[in-house]
């Protein structure tokens, strides 16, 4: 029987997501249940919450994944399992349940971090990333960009010194009273409007470093003071000077590295206001341009059950695995 498969599972915030994946990256299967109603309710993520509908929806996930692919537990390899960074709570469901399955299944368990697993997503279902690249990660907890020599050899060139992209869409979103998740509802209205109000561009010289707190307040003190905003346009102009910033820092890795591709991971890369910044980029720099479909984009686990196989394919090059045993990996 052929068992090169392996069992994602991602419970890092608030979606429970199941996913089945070969070794050459195709998935299988990938089920997620969604807890958007839940929190919609809260404008933001409610931990408490979060923790409880992993509890009662991962089981059910696990075996709509299963079912879904056809598969049976002893064609599995392993089982990957996001360890972090995360809801602790959340984490949790997801960590106890692959270890219980681990120990049933009589399968290796490996704690995979989530971000290793975003950026290894534009691989999903089919070999996109020429390497090396340059890779910009923008999700609601994360920003950073980073230069991957290989699908392991990541060298982070500089991350955000204060809030990330999907965050500032979210609070922006608030501030406009759009509901949560702010991002793709600020793109929408911004789609709508016009830039006319010139919002601050933080550290958009100074090398790979990102910055989006001062930008955040800046809408904040226009709304704050301005008789009359005309929402659209804020959004508008909010969103032209995310790009701006995203797209300076992204040329300027580009020019400085000599990568092949170049990719855009997590859920801000689902932003269509980026993907079109994004092409006009890479065509100007003649670089490929490397995007993974939206649902790939946003969290989910067959992505954590990619990140499994690099991990896999590196210990197996030293040592066999052992029977059964929860491993972090940390490569
Ligand atoms: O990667 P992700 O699903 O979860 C984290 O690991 O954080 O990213 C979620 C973030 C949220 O902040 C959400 O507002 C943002 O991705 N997002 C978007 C869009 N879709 C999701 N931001 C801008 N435009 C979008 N279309
Ligand atoms: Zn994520």
Redesign the pocket.
């Known amino acids: 029987m052929n068992n090169d498969i392996v069992l994602g599972i991602e419970t890092?915030?608030d979606d429970t997501a199941v996913a089945l994946v070969n070794s050459a990256g195709q998935v299988l299967s990938s089920v997620v249940a969604s807890q958007l109603d839940i929190h919609s309710a809260f404008g933001g993520i409610y931990p408490e919450f979060a923790a409880r509908a992993h509890i009662s929806s991962i089981i059910p996930t696990v075996h709509e994944a299963m079912h879904r692919a056809d598969v049976k537990p002893e064609q599995l390899l392993a089982i990957g399992v996001t360890r972090g960074p995360?809801l602790i709570s959340s984490l949790l469901v997801g960590l106890n349940t692959a270890a219980g399955l681990g120990l049933g299944w009589n399968k290796p368990v490996i704690g995979i971090n989530?971000l290793r697993g975003?950026l290894r997503s534009a691989d999903l279902d089919q070999q996109r990333v020429k390497y090396p690249a340059i890779i910009l990660l923008?999700?609601?907890?994360?920003t950073f960009l980073a230069y991957m020599e290989s699908t392991t050899n990541i060298t982070l060139l500089g991350s955000t010194r204060d809030d990330?992209?999907?965050?500032t869409?979210?609070k922006v979103?608030r501030m406009l009273g759009l509901g949560y998740?702010?991002?793709?509802a600020?793109?929408k209205l911004a789609a709508t409007g016009h830039p006319t109000i010139a919002f601050p561009r933080p550290l958009l010289r100074t090398g790979f470093e990102f910055s989006f707190s001062g930008l955040k307040s800046s809408v904040s003190r226009y709304l704050d003071n301005c008789e009359n905003p005309v929402y659209e346009d804020v959004a508008a102009s909010f969103v032209q000077s995310v790009m701006e910033i995203l797209v300076k820092k992204s040329q300027l890795a580009i020019k400085t590295y000599p990568a092949k591709s170049f990719a855009i991971v997590?859920?801000?890369a689902?932003?269509?206001?980026?993907r079109s910044a994004a092409a006009k980029l890479s065509h100007d720099l003649k670089i490929e341009l490397c995007l993974p479909p939206?649902k790939w984009?946003?969290?989910n686990a067959a992505m954590i059950a990619l990140a499994t196989f690099d991990y896999l394919n590196l210990s197996m090059l030293k040592e066999p695995l052992p029977e059964l045993h929860l491993t972090i990996s940390d490569f």
């Open positions: 890092s915030c995360g989530h975003h923008v999700s609601g907890g994360h990330s992209v999907g965050e869409y979210d979103g998740p702010g991002g793709p600020v793109d997590g859920g801000v689902a932003s269509p206001q980026l939206v984009s946003t969290d």
